[in-house]
């Protein structure tokens, strides 16, 4: 047996504590490789996209880079850490500090070189279909091509290989200073009883607490100031949950006699004390690394998914074009024609108003304020347009001021009268806010409904130039229409129409940006998760030699194995569920000052993808939970 | 009245194609209620196993054991877990005491096991520690209590639910002379007091003086059998002499050298 072949059976026949290591290892090489393919990719090289993308997937391969980085790190110190004894035993026969370095060096490099190859061949495997969906996202007609560019396999071999070595070496330095007794103690040193304090648990309860009452209570505002302090709350709280708030309440479950002292409890809860203790920090890690994952693809997915209730939000008519001026007006005859034309061509089930507003000024105020006003008659027909309900006006003094719905939710002061003017016509108003029907931009100012005999007094003193022109048209389930509509859109000449608005045009830009974020935030998300159920899954192993050595004792005392999995897989799944629904609980939170934010409920999409982390986690935790098992079930 | 009944035990390892190597071989043994028997025989002899096979852990591959009547290889492994439980008690040589329990949690969990109320298992603990002079240490945690407080301890969580007998596996094995006369005068007083019928592996002849009845064994088969008579000093050279038969390994001996 030479050195080399030893350090070889060293990972065969650790193959399964290198299992899941070697797996997540896999897994961020592949997602790397496949990004890498992409952006190395000779037909989005040509693309016009390309810088804007090209970008993007740096970036993410950056992340992804950095967090393999510390990821690694962390696995290989805590798997060496786990093996302490071995290498004790090996010093002890004499093997000198050089070669237990060279040792340890060979072994990661021999297991680092298996996931490069996997994780490259996995990502030749899937890139295929990813191309597929990216194309898919931007839109490239047809699908790109399947084409792995030699520099995507270089850039990601390369730069993993140098981050094992590094990682390596890293290590072998974290070891250095371990005499032969330190390595033969391990982890063998007693523990102290877990402390905590009252005062700092409560504080850790508050600070989440407030954080969760400022999230729920946000609004489109409040939330870009809120973040920040919500930030700061919920981080340091959720620390001082694990670091304190947990071992309180197990002291107060402790106190309990009848429940500590029932059966298995005991172990259960007593081993649960210290677990916790010892893993404050990384359940915290994992709290914090899952909550973020959550959080964002849920937000991503949310505004995703609910794109097309946020373009019927905001704006209420499918199609409508505004102009003002003389000639502005007239030409607008072609244009509207020229649409009418395009959606019959097609099919296209239609209706459409012509209808006409004046320009007047508020008198009162102090910059030149001017308001459009339109008839009550053509704002029934715009309501009926929309099919949404019709307010009426209690007398003809009242006039409805129209809120677009970006503004619905927040409090304004709208005054008791408003006096407005046209040319030589004065009215004073009781203003009444209710939602828009028609649609607002940039060009509209206050849009405000009065009765059809002032609007006709206001008709008679008005100007030729102080005249606007809207109409609206309602496409027939405009959803399916998306794409035509941008088509007309994109023919209407800018010099006549002043404002042209859509829902598909909004719908389609809103998913456009959507799509690209989901894309890379759910991968980034995919991989922060893996990473903390990974990160869980070694300091489990860790902890199970002196696990199954207590086992063994209880064994033979008279636990049955039944009891033995039952006080494991309760412990384990405390270990697994406590962080998970944790960050469920914020990431809930953040979803619902979203809700605050978004028109539609994203309570359906928000419990789809917490399901499938629910999901992909439950089985993570049956696989680890059954490798513990069959352990246990070895040695008994 | 026969507590524990072994006939014709025999314990085969290596079955599998490989060499077979008979750790005990056709042993017969029996203790009656009351009794404190010891195994005492060289390395390798198969006392370890005898004890393991005796006290359930392991199973036999020839010959029956009952223990109050109950032939224990019917049971399944589950039950047998749970007859463990209720009926037998054990002590160790590194006295495996939870450290993430107290001592009285220690010794209270065979009955917290059992579902045993939290009033009733208190007044057992109370009884059994302060037979063995640990009620102060109740609290502490059991690395921060000596060497021969913590076998006592594991002494305490042996009895506590009034086992049918007990096994003790080298129970002096880690301790310093003072402490082993401390655990031994223990046992003995137990033994003696409430009747608490004991089977004890022991390589410590002064440790196996305290006992009645010695049984040796060498390569799997009994050997030798020593009953104590009026005096524990003359069953000492007794033991002495056996052992020097056995002609053990020399780490067996060491004792002699006093």
Not at chain 1, 190 to 213: C, D, E, H, T
Not at chain 1, 335 to 355: A, C, G, H, P, Y
Not at chain 1, 598 to 622: E, H, K, N, Q, R
Not at chain 2, 225 to 231: E, F, H, M, N, T
Request: hydrophobic fraction near 45%.
């Amino acid at each position: 047996m030479t050195f080399r072949q030893f350090a070889f059976n060293n990972v065969k026949r650790n193959a399964r504590q290198y299992m899941s290591y070697f797996f997540s290892c896999m897994f961020s090489v592949a997602v790397f490789f496949i990004y890498a393919v992409i952006m190395y990719h000779h037909e989005i090289d040509g693309h016009e996209f390309r810088a804007n993308v090209q970008r993007g997937i740096m970036a993410v391969e950056m992340i992804i880079f950095a967090f393999s980085f510390l990821f690694v790190l962390y696995s290989t110190g805590a798997f060496i850490r786990s093996r302490k004894k071995e290498y004790g035993l090996l010093m002890t026969l004499g093997i000198s500090k050089r070669q237990l370095n060279w040792l340890l060096i060979l072994e990661n490099t021999i297991i680092g070189v298996i996931s490069i190859a996997a994780g490259v061949l996995v990502g030749i495997l899937f890139s295929n279909i990813f191309i597929m969906v990216f194309s898919q996202i931007l839109g490239i007609e047809g699908t790109l091509g399947f084409y792995i560019a030699p520099k995507a396999v270089l850039l990601t071999v390369v730069s993993y290989f140098i981050m094992f070595e590094l990682n390596s070496l890293l290590v072998v330095w974290i070891l250095r200073t371990n005499s032969i007794i330190d390595l033969f103690r391990g982890a063998k040193a007693p523990k102290q009883v877990p402390r905590f304090s009252w005062v700092l648990s409560i504080i850790g309860a508050g600070l989440v607490l407030s954080a969760y009452y400022l999230a729920a209570t946000a609004d489109l505002i409040t939330i870009f100031n809120r973040m920040f302090i919500i930030l700061l709350l919920i981080i340091p709280g959720t620390y001082l949950l694990y670091t304190q708030f947990s071992i309180a309440l197990i002291s107060i479950i402790k106190n309990r006699k009848k429940l500590y002292f029932h059966k298995t409890n005991l172990l259960t809860i007593s081993e649960l004390h210290y677990k916790l203790k010892d893993n404050a920090r990384l359940l915290f890690f994992v709290t914090i690394l899952s909550a973020v994952s959550f959080t964002a693809s849920g937000v991503l997915y949310g505004a995703y998914e609910s794109a097309q209730n946020e373009a019927n939000a905001y704006i209420p008519h499918d199609l409508s074009l505004l102009t003002d001026g003389e000639g502005n007006i007239t030409g607008m005859d072609q244009e509207i024609s020229n649409i009418i034309t395009s959606l019959e061509k097609e099919n296209v089930d239609f209706s459409v108003i012509d209808t006409t507003g004046i320009k007047a000024d508020i008198v009162d105020s102090e910059e030149e304020e001017s308001v459009d006003l339109w008839a009550y008659s053509d704002y029934a027909e715009f309501a009926r347009l929309n099919h949404s309900s019709i307010h009426p006006l209690q007398n003809d003094n009242q006039a409805f001021v129209l809120l677009p719905y970006l503004l619905t939710n927040i409090e304004r002061a709208i005054p008791e009268t408003l006096t407005i003017r046209t040319g030589d016509h004065e009215e004073t108003l009781q203003p009444v806010p209710i939602e828009a029907v028609m649609n607002t931009n940039v060009r509209t100012r206050y849009t405000i409904i009065v009765a059809d005999t002032i609007y006709q007094q206001f008709t008679n003193a008005a100007d030729k130039h102080e005249l606007y022109r809207y109409s609206a048209f309602s496409i027939s389930n405009w959803p399916q229409h998306t794409e035509l509509v941008k088509e007309i859109t994109d023919e209407i000449d800018d010099n006549i129409i002043l404002s042209t608005d859509s829902k598909a045009d909004f719908y389609l830009a809103l998913k456009t940006t959507l799509s690209y974020t989901l894309f890379f935030g759910l991968f980034i998300s995919v991989l922060f998760f893996l990473a903390a159920g990974s990160i869980l899954y070694f300091k489990m192993y860790q902890g199970l030699d002196k696990d199954i050595e207590q086992y063994k004792s209880l064994y033979r005392i008279g636990l049955t194995l039944k009891e033995m999995k039952q006080i494991a897989t309760k412990q384990i799944a405390f270990l697994f569920f406590i962080p998970f629904g944790l960050a469920v609980l914020h990431a809930s939170f953040a979803f619902r000052a979203l809700q605050n934010m978004l028109a539609s409920s994203i309570i359906l999409p928000s419990i789809t993808l917490i399901s499938g982390y629910l999901v992909i986690y439950s089985i993570y935790f049956f696989f680890i939970r059954s490798l513990y098992i069959a352990k246990l079930k070895k040695v008994m | 009245m026969t507590i524990l009944e072994a006939k014709n035990v025999s314990k085969v390892y290596g079955t599998r194609r490989g060499i077979e190597h008979k750790a005990i071989d056709n042993i017969s043994l029996s203790v009656t209620k009351g009794e404190f028997v010891g195994v005492m025989g060289p390395s390798g002899s198969g006392k370890t196993t005898l004890l393991n096979v005796l006290s359930t852990i392991d199973r036999i591959s020839a010959g029956t054991i009952e223990i109050n009547n109950q032939d224990i290889a019917k049971l399944s492994k589950e039950k047998l877990a749970k007859f463990r439980r209720k009926q037998l008690g054990f002590i160790f040589q590194d006295f495996n005491l939870l450290d993430t329990l107290t001592i009285a949690e220690n010794i209270m969990l065979p009955l917290t096991l059992d579902g045993w109320k939290v009033k009733d298992m208190e007044q057992r603990l109370a009884k059994v520690s302060k037979q063995l002079e640990i009620d102060t240490i109740l609290r502490r945690r059991s690395f921060e209590v000596s060497g021969g407080q913590m076998q006592r301890a594991a002494i305490a969580r042996a009895i506590i639910h009034d086992p049918s007998i007990i096994f003790a596996d080298e129970p002096t094995g880690n301790l310093d002379s003072k402490a082993s006369k401390q655990v031994m005068e223990a046992l003995s007083h137990l033994n003696k007091e409430k009747e608490a019928t004991t089977l004890m592996v022991t390589h410590d002849p002064f440790a196996a003086s305290f006992c009645e009845r010695i049984v040796f064994i060498k390569d799997g088969k009994l050997f030798n059998q020593l009953d104590k008579g009026d005096s524990r000093q003359a069953f000492f050279q007794e033991i002495l002499n056996v052992q020097s038969m056995l002609g053990g390994d020399t780490d067996d001996l060491q004792t002699v050298r006093l």
